[in-house]
């Protein structure tokens, strides 16, 4: 290729460097205000908590079980699916 | 007669020499284990299309049509792009944003790269055009479907080569980075411990492919196609209401897919085509993307832990390359390897996930710009 064409070639891609630098890093920083901005709306709107499992269900099924048992086995699996949530 | 319809009458060498690449292939992924999952099926591609007089890669030919149907339209890259999205944890990355600015930095390596391969016309029998540099560049990206899908609309004469270029170097990931990373870092940094990640509500994890996809749209139409398939997988994994979907989408679907494309893949590893110096050229342009990429995302990390108050190992600058999750891997070795207390491999994932994005958006910069 010519020595002036690939001059010219060069300056392109020289400038489509550059270019293409500050787009990304503006795209990306943009973005990270967009992630802080979620952050921030999910904090201040918090959503329902995991429900908690009936309790009146759990009672009907086993009518002869102390409630407070129910209740102490029903806290321990929430907050074991609660550690072990992904 | 009979002679004449063997093979063994129209070998010509070139296509010996192509089927030799093609079981080096087989080779490097079966003992080696480099990249099975595509150069299995790029390098039995390999084999099947040098094959003479059946025609594989012809009008007619069962390889020619799967190029056609799924390369030739991009709709391949972007199906894998899906799964890859549907497979993309974001937790890392949301918990801790300012990573996003690792995963620009590395990018740094893909447009050098555009400025080498220009550079390299100065040298006789190169002759790339703007459109092949930036095809060849995106393998600084360490992003197979983006480098494939931007080969296939830029350059696809040099599909094959780039394709082979950039899954090799991801599966060198392992050898080429930690010398890099070694030798800009000092012992001391490399020995930072990082504070542990906030966990990341399932909210933000579902609404942050829509902004992602929210800004793509507003400032970068061109790179829709790739952010957005990658958004759409990512918010079916996200949202728990369509695991059937997401299931598909990360397991059969991106499966059957890696099969046809690594097929269309081999097919373009013709004599012709592969057997040129400008192969070399590629084969050399992208090893340095690599390292030049990896070299901005460790000075970058670097940068940033002298201005930020919570401590930054400049190590996880190296995993802005995307490579997903392999880079990752590689920051935590070489972090456990000066302190066997420190694990990394969380705040490597959020560059890691970052680069992804970052080589979608440089891809769209340069469709936007030179396509």
């Known amino acids: 290729m010519e020595q002036s064409a690939v001059t010219s070639l060069l300056l392109e891609a020289g400038s489509l460097m550059l270019i293409g630098m500050l787009f990304v890093f503006a795209f990306l920083g943009l973005l990270i205000i967009g992630v802080q901005l979620i952050t921030k709306f999910c904090n201040a709107f918090e959503g329902d908590a995991v429900q908690p499992p009936t309790m009146s269900r759990l009672k009907a099924a086993q009518p002869g079980v102390d409630g407070n048992i129910v209740a102490a086995i029903t806290a321990a699996v929430h907050t074991h699916r609660q550690a072990n949530k992904k | ?371």
């Open chain 2, 1 to 371: 007669m009979l002679w004449d319809s063997t093979a063994l009458a129209h070998f010509e060498s070139g296509q010996l020499i192509m089927m030799a690449v093609g079981f080096g292939l087989l080779y490097l992924a079966i003992v080696k284990k480099f990249e099975p999952l595509l150069l299995i099926p790029i390098g039995f591609g390999a084999l099947l299309t040098n094959i003479p007089l059946a025609g594989f890669s012809e009008a007619g030919g069962l390889l020619h049509y799967i190029y056609e149907v799924g390369i030739d339209t991009g709709v391949f890259p972007l199906l894998i792009f899906m799964g890859v999205g549907a497979m993309t944890d974001f937790g890392a990355l949301i918990a801790n944003p300012r990573m996003l600015l690792l995963g620009a930095a590395a990018q740094f390596g893909i447009f050098a790269t555009l400025f080498g391969a220009i550079a390299l016309n100065l040298v006789p029998g190169f002759e790339f055009t703007l459109k092949d540099a930036s095809a060849i560049a995106i393998i600084g990206g360490a992003d197979g479907p983006t480098a494939i899908f931007l080969a296939s609309r830029l350059a696809p004469d040099l599909l094959g080569a780039i394709a082979v270029a950039a899954y090799s170097y991801m599966a060198l990931v392992p050898i080429i980075q930690p010398p890099i990373m070694r030798a800009l870092t000092s012992k001391e940094e490399r020995n930072i411990e990082m504070a542990q990640l906030r966990p990341v509500s399932t909210r933000e994890k579902i609404l942050f492919p829509l902004a992602v996809l929210s800004l793509t749209v507003l400032f970068l139409p061109s790179a829709t196609p790739l952010v957005g398939m990658f958004c759409f997988g990512n918010l079916m994994k996200e949202c728990g209401v369509v695991d059937r979907l997401s299931n598909t989408a990360q397991n059969e679907l991106i499966n059957t897919v890696t099969i046809f494309l690594g097929l269309a893949v081999g097919s373009k590893l013709s004599a012709d085509k592969f057997l040129t110096v400008e192969t070399l050229g590629i084969l050399g342009l992208g090893a340095i993307a690599f390292a030049i990429g990896t070299a901005t995302g460790v000075l970058m990390a670097k940068l940033m832990g002298k201005f930020s108050k919570d401590p930054i190992n400049p190590l996880i600058g190296a995993a802005g390359v995307s490579a997903v999750p392999m880079a990752a891997r590689v920051v935590n070795k070489v972090g456990l390897a000066s302190n066997p207390h420190n694990f990394l491999l969380m705040h490597a994932m959020g560059p890691n996930v970052a680069g992804v994005l970052g080589s979608a958006v440089a891809a769209g910069i340069l469709l936007a710009l030179v396509g």
